[in-house]
């Protein structure tokens, strides 16, 4: 059991996946002290995948994306804030400011604030319009995909694709505007993501890539979103799909770091004593790709879950005077797209060079990507059989011609 005198309150900022997995760590380690979570939403503790697929079409209620049973979060003896966001931060009173006007005094932090969608300069507020990140938001886009709607995804990142296909699913008339050349371009690369979307046209989605968004027209309800050239593409709903920034707005007249997040070392400290971050908001060096990038923010599942339990852990360990652990760790995330289900492991760059090591890029398929000769980064569709055994590979030195060797071997 971890030491906790002098380590009476610990405060978390954020209701969702990392605020979570650290409450739950907190008390495993045995932590008997007041815990208090700061929420900016009403509802706590859900998971955000199903919002973009079996949520939104239909096939879950917003009662199957609890994260627990209600039991299970009452055992935990939390004092929730819902509704109440955190505005700023005084690390030397070790005080949170809340929208409230109140304060918050804690002995140890985490900050877990996830992230914000971002949304166009001139976005409209108008009927019709939508982002996704939270439930409401998923219950207000489902309402309105109706069959024969004409929906209109600005964004061909994983949410805006996963959309489109729940859309499409469902019997709406779908086209994405993406203004690179490609489908996930950013995550994947031009060729795989080319590949990955492909799945889409098969589907009837039209993907028009290369096209600037000029604005979203519209009076009470949106009409149409207009195109760099003038060209109006007709909508009953659009979904501005443009990716998602940190959420350390409230941060920023505090003394953290902040840099595409917050600042952490690799044991998820903020460079101040007894305060971590974990989760969507984090940016830490990962020591298993410090060859790849000096430091990263990972937006997935698997990393929010971890890293809430890590740093609860160091938080504890520290204060009981041991050596906290660093997280260094393989990226994971999957999404799921009409009949694809794509993972994908690791990290790649823009210079990375991609192999297919088995099947077809039109249907299912498996590739790996290898910067500066190592390999970083493994792509399946619909092939998990092939993708995570190869988690090992990348958490070892594995060269391109050894993981080439081992996929020849795996598929022989
Ligand atoms: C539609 C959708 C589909 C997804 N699908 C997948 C998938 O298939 N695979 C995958 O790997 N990942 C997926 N993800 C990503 C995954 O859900 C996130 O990585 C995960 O939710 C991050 O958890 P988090 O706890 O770090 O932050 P978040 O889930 O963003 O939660 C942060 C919480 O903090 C609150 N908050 C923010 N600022 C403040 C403040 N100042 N004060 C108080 N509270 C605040 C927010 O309201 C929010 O409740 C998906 C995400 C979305 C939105």
Known sequence: MAHTVGMNHVAIVGASLAGLRASE??????????????????????????????LLAGEWEPDRVASRK???????????????????????????????????????LIIATGGVVRTLPNQPNMKGVHTLRTLSDAMALREQLVPGARLVVIGAGFIGLEVAATARTRG??????????SPLVRALGAQMGAAVASVHERNGVIVRCGVQVQR???????????????????????????????????????????RDGVVCD??????????????????????????????????????????????????LMVHAGEQPTPYAAVPFFWSDQFDSRVAFLGRARADSVVDVVAGDLDSRFCAIYSTN???????????????????????????????????????A
Not at 31 to 49: C, K, L, M
Not at 279 to 284: F, H, L, N, P, Q
Not at 287 to 300: S, T, Y
């Open 25 to 54: 760590t907190l008390r495993a380690e045995g932590f008997n002290g007041d815990i208090t979570v700061i929420t900016a939403e009403e509802q706590t503790f859900y998971d955000r995948p199903p919002l973009s697929k079996k």
């Open 70 to 108: 209600a039991d299970n979060i009452d055992a935990l003896q939390l004092t929730m804030r819902t509704g109440v966001a955190a505005t700023g931060l005084d690390t030397v009173s070790r005080t949170l400011q809340l929208s409230d006007a109140t304060t918050v005094s804690f002995d140890g």
């Open 172 to 181: 709406a008339d779908v086209t994405v505007l993406e203004g690179l050349a």
């Open 216 to 258: 979203i027209v519209g009076d009470i309800s949106v009409t149409g979103v207009e195109l760099g050239d003038g060209e109006i593409v007709a909508a009953d709903v659009v979904l501005v799909g443009i990716g998602v920034a940190p959420a350390t707005q409230w941060l920023e007249s505090s003394s953290l770091v902040l």
């Open 266 to 315: 690799d044991t998820l400290n903020v460079g101040v004593p007894a305060i971590y971050a974990a989760g969507d908001v984090a940016r830490w060096p990962n020591a298993l790709f410090a060859d790849v990038e000096p430091d990263m923010r990972v937006e997935h599942w698997t990393n929010a879950a971890e890293q809430g339990a890590v740093a609860a852990k160091n938080l």
């Open 373 to 411: 000769d190592r390999l970083t980064a493994v792509l399946g569709v619909s092939m998990p059989k092939l993708v995570m055994p190869a988690r090992v590979l990348l958490q070892q030195s594995t060269s391109r011609a050894e993981a080439l060797a081992h996929f020849r071997a795996a598929l």
